[in-house]
Every structure is written in structure tokens, then in C-alpha cells.
């Protein structure tokens, strides 16, 4: 099984800041993932983010909004650059270990 | 494109009663199909899951049916339990991306 930490587990930041999140691993793992989860609504797949190539954007997603970085099997960060209101939501990390999806427990951000 | 529609909560149920969850899937293919829980502030985790047709996963009590026919997989437990107030996602495997939108349920005593 993986354990999946995130930093910071929530905050409140202004709008046109950024915010740098943190996804850390206990086993290394090639495949990595970056959803939002907005309130009512399902997880939604911001980026694939696997070690040793340029993550991959889903539609709607951009480099220059979200930009990833994957430096090891363990750890990932997303930002969530010039941020507005609506960029409130729940950010989870995943991976995949085995055959097995595993999840963090979240970054809830409450942009003002 | 693919996608899961799940019934709609919250779902509020006395401690012993029976529950079940809606899910319906629209897939290209022969998806597997998973059920996620996910507890107050902790991530989801894998609840339970169906590789193929009439595959029936099962887990702490929960059972879904894969049932191609009607396209579902539908969430049963023959008598809930406080502890199991939760949100429950369906999902489906398309390279990780099609989820439920949530039920939330909670178990009264």
C-alpha cells in the first residue's frame, strides 16, 4: 500500500498569489496524479505527473496555471498560480502503487 | 465520453438499516468499476471493485455487482453501522479520470 501526505493540508490566500502544494509518497512510484474536487462535484483530473517526463495537462489545464514538478518516485508539487475565487477547492494527490489507486488527504484552498 | 452517474445525497439512514447507492456508468469498452470511501479528512480509499460482467466485489460488509445490462454497480450493505458515515464515489477505469460526483451518508443511532 501507499501513504500519501500533503502540505499545507489547507489555507487562505489572497487572489493573484500562489500557492505551492506538497504530495509525498511513502513507496516510489512511477505514476502520479493532481485533482481538484470542488464541492457537489466529482474529482476532477487536472494532470498525469510521472517521473522523468513533462507532466501531462487534461483539457482545460495549462502549464503556465498549474505548473508541476516531479523531481523523484516520492514527491510532487503543484502551484495554482495567480489565483482566483474560483480556484476554491480541494487539491488531491494520488498514485498509483500495484494495481491499486491510493489518495491523500487534501489541500482545501479558499482563494479571497 | 465516458462518464458515472451517481444518485444524489445526502443519504441520512438509522443504524441497521439497509443501504443501497445507485451507480450507472456510460463507457467505451469494458471498464473495471470501483467504489471509493472516503472519511472526514482523510483521501479516498479503495472500498471495493469489479473487473468484468457479473463480477461481484465485496468488502467490510459492502457488495456491488458489475452488471453490463444495465450498466451498473450499484452500492449494497445489508446493515450499516455509525462508522460507515462517509462519502462514497463510484468510479470507473479510464486512465484515472471519471468519478462520481459523491454521496454522502450518514448513520444515525
Known amino acids: 500500500s501507499a501513504v500519501i501526505s500533503q502540505k499545507p493540508s489547507r489555507d487562505i490566500c489572497q487572489r493573484g498569489t500562489s500557492l505551492t502544494i506538497q504530495c509525498q509518497v511513502d513507496?516510489?512510484?512511477?505514476?502520479m496524479f493532481w485533482y481538484r474536487q470542488q464541492p457537489g462535484q466529482s474529482l476532477t483530473l487536472i494532470a498525469t505527473?510521472?517521473?522523468?517526463?513533462?507532466?501531462?495537462?487534461e483539457s482545460g489545464f495549462v502549464i503556465d496555471k498549474f505548473p508541476i514538478s516531479r523531481p523523484n518516485l516520492t514527491f510532487s508539487t503543484l502551484t495554482v498560480s495567480n489565483m482566483s475565487p474560483e480556484d476554491s477547492s480541494i487539491y488531491l494527490c494520488?498514485?498509483?502503487?500495484?494495481?491499486?489507486?491510493?489518495f491523500g488527504p487534501g489541500t482545501r484552498l479558499t482563494v479571497t | 465520453g465516458d462518464s458515472v452517474t451517481q444518485m444524489e445525497g445526502p443519504v441520512t439512514l438509522s443504524e441497521e438499516a439497509f443501504l443501497t447507492i445507485n451507480c450507472t456508468y456510460t463507457a467505451t469498452g469494458y471498464p473495471s468499476l470501483f467504489w471509493y470511501v472516503q472519511y472526514p479528512g482523510e483521501g479516498l480509499q479503495l472500498l471495493l471493485k469489479?473487473?468484468?460482467?457479473?463480477d461481484k466485489g465485496s468488502n467490510k460488509g459492502f457488495e456491488a455487482t458489475y452488471r453490463k445490462e444495465t450498466t451498473s454497480f450499484h452500492l449494497e450493505k445489508g446493515s450499516v453501522q455509525v462508522s460507515d458515515s462517509a462519502v462514497y464515489f463510484c468510479?470507473?477505469?479510464?486512465?484515472?479520470?471519471?468519478f462520481g460526483t459523491g454521496t454522502k451518508l450518514q448513520v444515525i443511532p
Open positions: 468510479a470507473l477505469s479510464d486512465h484515472y479520470r471519471t
Open positions: 494520488s498514485v498509483v502503487l500495484g494495481a491499486e489507486q491510493y
Open positions: 469489479a473487473t468484468k460482467a457479473d
Open positions: 505527473a510521472n517521473q522523468g517526463s513533462e507532466a501531462t495537462y
Open positions: 513507496s516510489q512510484v512511477t505514476m
